[in-house]
């Protein structure tokens, strides 16, 4: 049996406000950890696994489900929260993030905790292995499976990115999904200060990619880039989701300061309070 | 003779005729059998298919053979990948490339991950020869033995090398294998005993032992024959195909028994074979020791002949190395 996933907008949006609450509560009680790239891919990771990818909790090393490969391993709060609100994993797990003996590593470690699929950190590594995965996927098991891998603009400064880019195109590989968080900050600044990508979507055209960009924070847009991105064949697939980090939590959003430092205990009580009061979209037809 | 008969080497162990083959020939032997034998071994390389000798399983079976390009850093993710498909990758390149440029995928992307990838590097220590300092490797096994949950082999001749690439796929977990790329005398048999972990005494002494891993072993050998002829000194061989884990059991109780210890191998002194060697000795039975081996600089362009013999990795060195251990315990 496979998760059951929903096509409505409020719930999804539901899921990430959740997802949120989850991310600064653990943030919080960890004492370190990345608060505004977690913040700003909640509503992406929310969609990921209550929308798009076919996956079951039950049975984490299910054959044919589909992968998410976390290479921006520091957001691994929002990956982890997501996790526990599928039900991988119980949610009081989530408070012993980063602590001595816990599955919930600072930055992901392949199979300490149920559906966490691989280890990052060290930027650029988990593209290439979701192109390892996603090449056996479809040239050794013939499976229909994708990899949906997330990137970032930041990690886009290392090579073998690059290098991986290449590959995927040259071998077709038409199962990934590279997602790639736009939210313009990393540790020194703003993206395009420290190192500038534009026009980025033209690189992965020059690349063979087939490229979508997407409001990465508007579940709408989200869930229906994801649909539009199962039609297409013979290319590997590249989504450049614009995302505010910091998202829902207004003193957090848009500021780099907030890159790689948790919530202090104040600023946690401020920021649940905020998510408890956020409303969802207006139900439309 | 001192040598074993349970080492079961060949008969005429110093004679002219002595074959030689490089050991990445026997790297790419072992492939080709075991694709015939298991389907789910596949082969990665990084455009260097002819040279690490993976062209023939790349010819016999296509659909598992990846061609990646001058990209080792990617190969390393990728491998890591078809690993957790449920597949055995072996990634092929030089060790100057792999793993002297794609350290960080190994240790996070494949050790720390428990990744079941073989990691092949060919064209390791001085017998590059002529191509220069930039690609000659010695400094890859102390990259690679400081990694968890890493073995690390450097087979002694070519027919070892077959055998250990099949005992590499049937471990289950990373293995590094270090190759050579110039030939070198053949001198173990098919009945020789190999086992990943386990040394190999190649010859029984009592005066000094000599630890060595990959092609040099053969110089011990020659050393140790030198020793009991010249000086009657009576020196046992120990071939330590594996550097991780290191058998330490066979070490200590040799270097009890002889109080001397000489290593050799074709790899920097700092890191090396023979720092794993002084680690369990300075531990467990502090002996008098000599390294064998890269002092501290780099390489050059010269016949591997020549550059064995310049930088000191010879017989002869190991001879004089043993001869000083020995007239200190007078």
């Given at each position: 049996?496979?998760?059951?996933?929903?096509?409505?907008?409020?719930?999804?949006?539901?899921?990430?406000?959740?997802?949120?609450?989850?991310?600064?509560?653990?943030?919080?009680?960890?004492?370190?950890?990345?608060?505004?790239?977690?913040?700003?891919?909640?509503?992406?990771?929310?969609?990921?696994?209550?929308?798009?990818?076919?996956?079951?909790?039950?049975?984490?090393?299910?054959?044919?489900?589909?992968?998410?490969?976390?290479?921006?391993?520091?957001?691994?709060?929002?990956?982890?929260?997501?996790?526990?609100?599928?039900?991988?994993?119980?949610?009081?797990?989530?408070?012993?993030?980063?602590?001595?003996?816990?599955?919930?590593?600072?930055?992901?470690?392949?199979?300490?905790?149920?559906?966490?699929?691989?280890?990052?950190?060290?930027?650029?590594?988990?593209?290439?292995?979701?192109?390892?995965?996603?090449?056996?996927?479809?040239?050794?098991?013939?499976?229909?499976?994708?990899?949906?891998?997330?990137?970032?603009?930041?990690?886009?400064?290392?090579?073998?990115?690059?290098?991986?880019?290449?590959?995927?195109?040259?071998?077709?590989?038409?199962?990934?999904?590279?997602?790639?968080?736009?939210?313009?900050?990393?540790?020194?600044?703003?993206?395009?200060?420290?190192?500038?990508?534009?026009?980025?979507?033209?690189?992965?055209?020059a690349f063979n990619w087939r490229v979508f960009g997407v409001n990465g924070n508007n579940m709408k847009s989200v869930v229906a880039t994801f649909k539009?991105?199962?039609?297409?064949?013979?290319?590997?697939?590249?989504?450049?989701?614009?995302?505010?980090?910091?998202?829902?939590?207004?003193?957090?959003?848009?500021?780099?300061?907030?890159?790689?430092?948790?919530?202090?205990?104040?600023?946690?009580?401020?920021?649940?309070?905020?998510?408890?009061?956020?409303?969802?979209?207006?139900?439309?037809? | 003779?001192?040598?074993?008969?349970?080492?079961?080497?060949?008969?005429?162990?110093?004679?002219?005729?002595?074959?030689?083959?490089?050991?990445?020939?026997?790297?790419?032997?072992?492939?080709?059998?075991?694709?015939?034998?298991?389907?789910?071994?596949?082969?990665?390389?990084?455009?260097?298919?002819?040279?690490?000798?993976?062209?023939?399983?790349?010819?016999?079976?296509?659909?598992?053979?990846?061609?990646?390009?001058?990209?080792?850093?990617?190969?390393?993710?990728?491998?890591?990948?078809?690993?957790?498909?449920?597949?055995?990758?072996?990634?092929?390149?030089?060790?100057?490339?792999?793993?002297?440029?794609?350290?960080?995928?190994?240790?996070?992307?494949?050790?720390?991950?428990?990744?079941?990838?073989?990691?092949?590097?060919?064209?390791?220590?001085?017998?590059?020869?002529?191509?220069?300092?930039?690609?000659?490797?010695?400094?890859?096994?102390?990259?690679?033995?400081?990694?968890?949950?890493?073995?690390?082999?450097?087979?002694?001749?070519?027919?070892?090398?077959?055998?250990?690439?099949?005992?590499?796929?049937?471990?289950?977990?990373?293995?590094?294998?270090?190759?050579?790329?110039?030939?070198?005398?053949?001198?173990?048999?098919?009945?020789?005993?190999?086992?990943?972990?386990?040394?190999?005494?190649?010859?029984?002494?009592?005066?000094?032992?000599?630890?060595?891993?990959?092609?040099?072993?053969?110089?011990?050998?020659?050393?140790?024959?030198?020793?009991?002829?010249?000086?009657?000194?009576?020196?046992?061989?120990?071939?330590?195909?594996?550097?991780?884990?290191?058998?330490?059991?066979?070490?200590?109780?040799?270097?009890?028994?002889?109080?001397?210890?000489?290593?050799?191998?074709?790899?920097?002194?700092?890191?090396?074979?023979?720092?794993?060697?002084?680690?369990?000795?300075?531990?467990?039975?502090?002996?008098?020791?000599?390294?064998?081996?890269?002092?501290?600089?780099?390489?050059?362009?010269?016949?591997?002949?020549?550059?064995?013999?310049?930088?000191?990795?010879?017989?002869?060195?190991?001879?004089?190395?043993?001869?000083?251990?020995?007239?200190?315990?007078?």
């Amino acid at each position: 049996m496979q998760y059951s996933l929903t096509d409505d907008i409020i719930a999804l949006e539901k899921k990430a406000n959740s997802i949120r609450k989850h991310i600064i509560i653990s943030l919080e009680k960890a004492g370190s950890g990345h608060s505004a790239g977690a913040l700003g891919m909640a509503d992406v990771f929310a969609a990921l696994y209550n929308n798009v990818m076919r996956h079951d909790p039950k049975r984490p090393q299910w054959k044919d489900r589909d992968r998410l490969i976390l290479s921006a391993g520091h957001i691994c709060p929002v990956w982890y929260a997501a996790l526990a609100e599928a039900g991988y994993f119980p949610k009081r797990e989530l408070w012993s993030l980063r602590k001595l003996g816990s599955p919930l590593q600072g930055h992901p470690h392949l199979g300490s905790a149920p559906g966490v699929e691989n280890t990052g950190g060290p930027l650029g590594q988990g593209v290439s292995l979701a192109m390892g995965i996603a090449y056996a996927l479809k040239y050794f098991e013939k499976s229909d499976a994708r990899v949906y891998c997330i990137s970032s603009d930041g990690e886009h400064n290392e090579g073998q990115v690059w290098e991986a880019a290449l590959f995927a195109a040259k071998y077709k590989l038409d199962n990934v999904v590279l997602v790639i968080d736009r939210n313009n900050i990393q540790i020194d600044g703003t993206s395009d200060t420290v190192m500038p990508l534009e026009p980025f979507a033209k690189k992965y055209q020059a690349f063979n990619w087939r490229v979508f960009g997407v409001n990465g924070n508007n579940m709408k847009s989200v869930v229906a880039t994801f649909k539009k991105i199962r039609t297409v064949n013979g290319k590997p697939v590249c989504v450049i989701a614009q995302t505010i980090p910091g998202k829902g939590v207004s003193f957090m959003e848009g500021k780099y300061e907030w890159h790689g430092k948790p919530p202090h205990a104040e600023e946690a009580a401020m920021a649940l309070s905020e998510l408890s009061k956020k409303r969802t979209s207006k139900k439309t037809s | 003779m001192p040598i074993r008969e349970a080492a079961q080497l060949i008969r005429n162990l110093f004679g002219k005729s002595i074959t030689t083959e490089p050991t990445r020939s026997g790297y790419g032997e072992g492939l080709l059998a075991l694709g015939a034998e298991n389907e789910r071994v596949v082969a990665l390389c990084a455009d260097l298919t002819e040279s690490t000798r993976t062209e023939d399983f790349a010819q016999a079976f296509p659909e598992r053979f990846i061609e990646m390009g001058v990209a080792e850093q990617n190969m390393a993710g990728v491998a890591a990948g078809v690993a957790h498909a449920g597949y055995i990758p072996f990634m092929a390149s030089y060790a100057v490339f792999s793993p002297g440029r794609n350290w960080d995928q190994i240790r996070v992307s494949i050790c720390y991950s428990h990744a079941n990838v073989k990691i092949i590097s060919t064209h390791a220590g001085l017998n590059v020869g002529p191509d220069g300092a930039t690609h000659q490797a010695l400094e890859d096994i102390a990259m690679m033995r400081s990694l968890p949950n890493l073995v690390v082999l450097a087979p002694a001749d070519a027919r070892e090398a077959r055998r250990a690439t099949i005992a590499a796929a049937a471990h289950d977990g990373p293995v590094y294998m270090r190759l050579a790329r110039s030939a070198s005398p053949v001198f173990t048999t098919s009945r020789s005993p190999f086992k990943i972990g386990r040394a190999e005494v190649l010859q029984t002494g009592s005066d000094v032992t000599i630890i060595g891993c990959g092609p040099l072993v053969y110089e011990a050998l020659l050393a140790a024959h030198m020793l009991q002829k010249k000086y009657r000194i009576s020196a046992e061989v120990i071939n330590s195909h594996t550097i991780k884990p290191l058998d330490e059991k066979t070490i200590l109780k040799s270097a009890k028994k002889t109080g001397a210890v000489v290593t050799i191998e074709e790899h920097q002194v700092t890191g090396g074979l023979g720092g794993a060697v002084a680690e369990v000795l300075a531990a467990h039975a502090p002996t008098p020791m000599r390294f064998i081996g890269m002092p501290d600089t780099f390489g050059e362009s010269g016949t591997p002949e020549e550059l064995l013999k310049k930088y000191g990795m010879t017989a002869d060195h190991v001879v004089k190395a043993a001869r000083s251990l020995v007239n200190e315990k007078e």
